[in-house]
């Protein structure tokens, strides 16, 4: 009878203690502003430009391999979140699965709860469906999750972009943000004199603040060096001759390059 | 417990946003060649218009930075600032003409009729000075102290070594006359240290520069001489029975490696600077010669046919047997090596011609450097950068170059006559 008794408040106040600390944990999160710049939206981006000299040519090469995975959403309307809806029942009803195959050896008083919370880490799409008990907390853990996904590949991207646009926000607005990349590698690379860099494949690694005229605030930093001295500087010389870069307008937009990181292999391609 | 396990992988997500803010781009490759510079002319002393047969000092500086290859020296007239002094120059108007560097220099004359000769050389994009020097000199100094201007800033853009401060020497043929001829780098200034109505071949610098080494007919048959470039004053290296020929200094000047056939076929010897000393380092029943040092001094690169067409042998200096070096085509000949010791450039017949060939000596791999159909005496500039060659254009002997990585070919301007048989010479302080 005790034990009994114990059981099902042993567990409320645990899971009540646990729920605190979650919130807590999600107030510590949210009260202090982690990332130096941005509190969300931020994408990291690798572009390659194995694509020869000629200026005009390399421009329409890139976009055909890009736009591939993005015309899908990009047609969709702009707020994705009713549309990505269809394609998580297939994702969805698996972690069920997984769950409920786990769970039901286990006491089946705990399932329902449970499930609801387990089934958000794993979507990829944000969900707007009100939760019955966990309220805030799933609010708070909606959140963590879309900045989650901000950070994981997406999976069917072709080879030279890795990491995906958040969903969240609109494709086409990553769509620009690549196109600017582009333009950006695209001037700068214009610039580099590979003569200078020796017969190896030096590696070296800029830091650059921009205005948004597009003028570089101050000298590049210099985060990795060559290991040639004539190459740091025709590099750093090739990024300052590109000035003023092509930066967008919008301010959301521009906030994203306000602070660059420019990985240059210049013997390579 | 299954929901702290849950709420433990599901806060282990979190670990990845600690990351980098700022957007990351890769820049692959690059498209610029060429550094862009503007050389403002220098001011002169006043009255004075101190230039070297026609031409300024920054002509001077810009024509050896143009010549590398490296640089494109932009026209400076157009633009309205015009400064000599560091407090002039305004910055904006020379990134308006897309300029990286700039050079900004004076000429004020001293007692004693000499001349102080000052230069800065600035980067326009940062705005700010990369090196400045002065030089005292008298007015017939005045070619030289541009070149070794065109050296700093070379140097300091590129990071390597200019050369345009050496000297080169070539054979010319006018008429039935020979001449071993001196010049600047720049083709300036021939001297004539041998003449005769006989030929003349196979010139060599002493590494010092101070001395040629080179083989003369005038006696009716091939004879080593040495000559000091100082002195005037030259002595008999190898003059023994039969042909004395293709003399190449060791890098520490004590030596040199010579072709004699005193004893059977031509044969590489070795022989002390004064003419003593004399020993045999090849022997083949076949034709030996063309010896090239390695500038660790360790061995002798060689021409030989010993293996039933001419190719490249290495044999060490102390003896040995040689080691094949070039498997590439069926005729590889006059082997020299670059002054880091890693690779080759020689005379290969291949693609319609002869031409000048650069072999990866660890690697083994050959490119094509030049495109003429009858290219000889390949020779390293001090750099390593440039290689120096005679080809023909037009039935007539012309000097060539063409840097390391088959990149920039230029070709030397004619003179009346034939050149032919070019060496370039040293770095001097």
């Known amino acids: ?269 | 417990m299954m929901n702290f396990r849950s709420i433990f992988a599901f806060l282990s997500l979190f670990l990845p946003l600690t990351g980098q803010a700022a957007l990351t781009i890769e820049i692959v490759g690059g498209a610029a060649q060429q550094i862009p510079i503007a050389i403002v002319p220098f001011s002169q002393p006043a009255g004075a218009q101190l230039s070297s047969q026609q031409q300024t000092i920054s002509d001077i500086i810009g024509a050896d930075l143009r010549r590398s290859g490296l640089f494109r020296v932009l026209e400076t007239r157009g633009v309205a600032n015009q400064p000599h002094d560091i407090a002039e120059v305004r910055y904006p108007e020379w990134s308006a003409v897309q300029a990286q560097a700039l050079t900004i220099g004076k000429i004020e004359a001293l007692p004693g009729g000499r001349y102080k000769v000052s230069f800065r050389l600035l980067d326009v994009l940062r705005q700010n000075q990369l090196t400045g020097l002065e030089y005292e000199i008298a007015p017939a100094q005045l070619r030289l102290t541009a070149h070794r201007i065109a050296d700093v800033i070379y140097e300091k853009l590129t990071g390597e070594p200019g050369v345009f401060s050496t000297r080169i020497t070539y054979v010319t043929k006018v008429g039935k006359r020979y001449s071993l001829q001196v010049a600047d780098a720049d083709g300036f200034n021939p001297q004539s240290v041998v003449a005769s109505n006989e030929p003349i071949i196979s010139p060599s610098w002493s590494p010092d520069g101070t001395s040629l080494a080179y083989v003369s007919f005038e006696k009716k048959k091939p004879v080593v001489y040495i000559q000091s470039l100082v002195s005037g004053k030259r002595h008999v290296l190898a003059n023994y029975k039969g042909n004395n020929s293709a003399p190449a200094w060791s890098p520490d000047g004590r030596r040199l490696a010579v072709v004699l056939t005193h004893a059977a076929n031509s044969q590489i010897y070795v022989i002390n600077e004064d003419g003593t000393g004399l020993k045999q380092l090849t022997s083949s029943r076949r034709i030996d010669t063309e010896p090239f040092w390695s500038p660790d001094g360790q061995s002798i690169y060689f021409t030989s046919d010993r293996g039933g067409s001419p190719q490249i042998y290495r044999v060490a200096v102390s003896g040995g047997d040689p080691q094949r070096v070039t498997f590439e085509g069926s005729y590889n000949v006059s082997p020299r090596i670059s002054p880091d010791g890693k690779s080759m450039a020689f005379i290969s017949r291949g693609q319609g011609g002869f031409k000048v060939a650069l072999q990866d000596l660890a690697t083994g791999q050959v490119q094509y450097l030049s495109d003429g159909r009858q290219d000889e005496s390949p020779s390293f500039a001090p750099n390593g950068r440039l290689i120096l060659y005679a080809t023909t254009v037009r039935g007539k002997g012309t000097l060539a170059a063409v840097s390391a990585d088959g990149r920039v070919k230029q070709r030397l301007s004619e003179t009346s006559g034939d050149v032919r048989e070019p060496a370039w010479g040293p770095a001097v302080k």
């Not at chain 1, 009540?16 to 130096?36: C, E, P």
């Not at chain 1, 700068?188 to 650059?208: A, F, H, T």
């Open chain 1, 1 to 269: 009878m005790i034990r009994k008794h114990e059981n099902p408040l042993a567990f409320k106040a645990g899971f009540l203690s646990l729920l605190v600390h979650v919130i807590f944990l999600g107030i510590l999160i949210f009260s202090f502003n982690w990332k130096a710049v941005q509190p969300a939206n931020i994408a990291q981006v690798e572009l390659w430009d194995s694509l020869p000299v000629e200026k005009p040519e390399p421009q329409p090469r890139p976009e055909p391999p890009k736009p591939e995975p993005k015309p899908e959403p990009k047609p969709e309307p702009p707020k994705p979140e009713p549309k990505p809806e269809p394609p998580k029942p297939e994702p969805v009803p698996e972690p069920k699965a997984d769950i409920q195959v786990k769970k039901e050896p286990e006491k089946k008083p705990v399932e329902k709860p449970k499930e609801k919370p387990k089934e958000k880490p794993p979507e990829k799409k944000v969900e707007k469906k009100p939760e019955p008990e966990p309220d805030p907390l799933a609010e708070l853990k909606k959140m963590m999750l879309e900045e989650q996904m901000e950070v994981k590949p997406r999976p069917p991207s072709p080879a030279p972009v890795a990491p995906s646009p958040t969903p969240a926000e609109s494709a086409a607005t990553q769509g620009q943000v690549d196109e600017f990349i582009r333009r950006i590698s695209q001037k700068i690379r214009g610039n580099v004199n590979r003569q200078l860099c020796g017969s190896g494949k030096p590696e070296l690694e800029l830091e650059i603040s921009l205005m948004p005229t597009g003028e570089v605030v101050g000298t590049p930093r210099l985060l990795k060096s060559s290991g040639l001295s004539a190459c740091d500087d025709a590099v750093v010389r090739a990024v300052l001759q590109s000035q003023p870069l092509p930066v967008p307008t919008e301010p959301n937009l521009f906030a994203r390059f306000r602070d660059l990181r420019l990985k240059f292999r210049p013997n390579d391609g």
